[in-house]
């Protein structure tokens, strides 16, 4: 049988951004792959050019509504300048965990990558001294943030020991270069791909119980607001 990298009809999904790592990062949100347009550069017209810009995400919606930034959603460099501004200004990284992955069908999905290429996130924290904390968009499912940071970890005989079960989960390890430890925070995923996770939960069933006219954007931004 063909190995799957000799497939020609395999898109090769390449993450278009480098890690974007202020001097002034303290936490690194760490996703996966932003959408296949943003490879191909066919952008829509109000998408964002930078990391999470996607039209169809929520993680700048959300940031939006906590820190009320009034940010642009289009395709526009002070639309990104007001995202680099906001990560600097708050001391906050970005580095997904995929640099390049395979697919058959071109599309966002984490479960749909194959062959996939990691970034070395534990070298970069180790290049990067400040950074203590790491925020996952997404959990331990496969093909998920946490899940290949897992893996990651296992290169160097290194895990995560569970602090807090309760949604959204918290982990921490030590690096064994200078015995830093870093949290993790595996955060319910800002797409509209996870409302269903959203809308099974106990506590988003007793806000839309309390208050009916919210929703899983407004869950998330409770969710999120302790951790940025």
Known sequence: MKPATC?????????????????TARKLIVGTLPPPRFTTGELKIDDVDFCYGSRDGQLWKIL???????????????????????????????????????????????????????????????????????????????????????????????????????VPRIHQFQLPTNERIIRTVSLIAPSGAANRAVGSLKAYKKMKAEFPEKTTIDFRVEQYKPFF
């Open 7 to 23: 497939n020609p009809n395999l898109f090769h999904h390449i993450h278009p951004y480098p890690p974007y790592i202020p001097e």
């Open 64 to 166: 939006d509504k906590i820190f009320r930034l009034d940010l642009k959603f289009e395709t526009t460099a002070e639309a990104i300048a007001q995202r680099e501004h906001f990560l600097k200004s708050r001391g906050i990284g970005v580095c997904d965990m995929v640099a390049s992955a395979k697919r058959q069908k071109v599309d966002a999905s984490d479960i749909g990558m194959r062959d996939v290429e990691l970034r070395d996130l534990v070298a970069i924290l180790q290049q990067n001294p400040k950074i203590d904390t790491l925020l996952f968009t997404g959990g331990n499912s496969k093909n998920g943030p946490e899940y290949f940071f897992r893996r990651n970890l296992k290169e160097y005989n290194l895990s995560l020991k569970l602090i807090s079960n309760t």
